[in-house]
């Protein structure tokens, strides 16, 4: 069960970051 959970709160970490970068790149295309 906690595997689990850690394996979703890294998918998830890598998400955000994921669209912290897509942000970032529709920000440059403004």
Excluded: P, R, W
């Excluded at 959970?5 to 920000?27: H, M, R």
Aim: one cysteine or more; aromatic letters at 10%; a negative charge.
């Amino acid at each position: 069960m906690f595997d689990n959970v850690s394996k979703l709160e890294i998918l998830a970490g890598q998400f955000c970051e994921i669209e912290d970068e897509t942000d970032a790149l529709a920000g440059l295309f403004d």
